[in-house]
């Protein structure tokens, strides 16, 4: 069995500040340490669940967060953009199942540093009507490709919000969220332990999960933080304004939907 563990920072343990998630500071170096360290749970589990390989995808900002030397050397790394199957690069070596570990609640929410894809640019994403974060818009794209999401670990707010989009998951609660960049958390070390049971319970399980898959056509409706990112984000001809922030296009796949919102996010740089 073959799985591949997506790693974000925002849910780790120990990580409540932006300051903490971006590099060029003090802060940010621990929380990568303590991203990896997490990533490496959820290896230890993997394997002691019976998994004959693993992959672990950087999925965080620039995509190159975590440390290589001090990855657990019997997984391999996914790192650097641009990707097309983004938060699910590894996908394409036909994996089995996919654990998503340091994940956060979606925009708008009250979870710690909540956000989807891209805190500059984006307010809310809706898909098919249904609102989505991270979780649900990649677990979407990995069950448009056969794979479930068995395993998943971030704050109350995330587990909240996406348990019902993936009932077979194991959960891991890292922290409790009092607001965007406040609440109680877990050690690094029990973070730790918990995400190694839990990844290994989920392998053990995995046979049972059945992957997240949303019709096609895609309608997805983006709200962003701005009129002017709507603006220039409907320079794109397929793209329809709905309102003075609002647009929606549609796609025939997920990975479709997800290249959009991916090469939105990158346009919106220009407005920065």
């Not at 332990?193 to 839990?198: D, L, P, R, Y």
Request: contains cysteine.
């Amino acid at each position: 069995m073959k799985i591949l563990i997506s790693t974000d920072i925002e849910g780790v343990a120990g990580v409540f500040h932006t300051e903490q998630t971006r590099a060029g500071n003090g802060e940010y170096e621990r929380a990568r340490a303590w991203m990896t360290g997490e990533a490496n749970a959820a290896i230890q589990g993997a394997f002691a669940g019976g998994a004959d390989e693993v992959l672990v995808n950087d999925s965080h900002g620039g995509f190159r967060n975590l440390l290589p030397d001090a990855l657990d050397p019997r997984a391999r790394l996914v790192l650097g953009k641009p990707r097309y199957l983004g938060m699910m690069g590894g996908l394409e070596e036909h994996c089995d199942a996919v654990c998503l570990v340091g994940y956060h609640a979606r925009s708008q929410a009250r979870g710690i540093l909540a956000h989807t894809i891209n805190s500059f640019a984006f307010a809310r994403v809706f898909v098919n009507g249904d609102e989505l974060g991270e979780a649900g818009l990649y677990g979407a794209l990995a069950g448009e490709l056969g794979v479930p999401v068995i395993m998943a670990s971030g704050d109350d707010v995330f587990i909240a919000e996406t348990r019902p989009l993936f009932p077979h998951a194991q959960w891991v609660q890292t922290k409790v969220a009092h607001g965007q960049g406040s609440g109680a958390t877990l050690s690094p070390a029990a973070a730790r332990e918990a995400i190694a049971a839990a990844a290994e319970a989920a392998v053990r399980g995995a046979a049972g999960a059945v992957p997240l898959r949303i019709a096609a056509p895609i309608e997805c409706r983006l709200q962003t933080q701005s009129s002017a990112l709507a603006d220039l984000f409907c320079m794109w001809p397929t793209l329809e304004r709905v309102d003075g922030v609002t647009l929606r296009f549609t796609a025939d796949s997920m990975q479709a939907a997800i290249r959009v919102l991916n090469s939105l996010s990158a346009m919106s740089s220009m407005l920065r």
